[in-house]
C-alpha cells in the first residue's frame, strides 16, 4: 500500500514530455501569429500581440496528451456546435431575436451539453 503514493520515474518523464510538447506547441502558436501572419495582414503590434496571446490559449485549450483524446474533443466540439446551430435556427425560424431569448439559448446549449463543459 505504501507504494501507491510514489510515482514512478516513468511517469515523471511522460509529465516532462507531455510538459515540453505544449510549450513547443504555444511557441510556435505564438511565433506564427505574432511574426509570420502579421506581415501577411496588416496589423498594429498590440493586435498581434493579442493573436498570439488568444492563439497560445487555443493551443492550451486543444492540446491532448493522444490523438484518440484529441479525436474525442474534435467530436464533442463539433457535436456542440450542431446542436447549438439546430437550437438557434429552430427558434429563428419562427420567432425574431430577443436579447432574453439568447440567454435561454445559452442555457440550453449547456444543458444540451454545449461549449461551456470541458470535452473529456
Known amino acids: 500500500m505504501a507504494n501507491d503514493h510514489q510515482h514512478s520515474p516513468v511517469k515523471y518523464r511522460v ?51 493522444s490523438y484518440q483524446h484529441s479525436v474525442a474533443a474534435a467530436v464533442s466540439r463539433i457535436a456542440a456546435t450542431a446542436v447549438s446551430f439546430v437550437l438557434c435556427l429552430a427558434y429563428l425560424a419562427f420567432l425574431p431575436f430577443h436579447v432574453w431569448a439568447l440567454a435561454v439559448s445559452h442555457r440550453a446549449q449547456r444543458a444540451a451539453g454545449g461549449p461551456d463543459r470541458p470535452a473529456r
Not at 506564427?32 to 498590440?46: C, E, G, K, P
Open 15 to 65: 509529465a516532462i514530455l507531455d510538459s515540453v510538447t505544449l510549450a513547443v506547441a504555444c511557441l510556435l502558436t505564438y511565433m506564427l501569429v505574432t511574426d509570420v501572419l502579421s506581415h501577411v495582414y496588416q496589423l498594429s503590434r498590440a493586435d498581434g500581440l493579442i493573436g498570439g496571446l488568444w492563439a497560445v490559449i487555443a493551443t492550451v485549450f486543444v492540446f491532448r496528451d
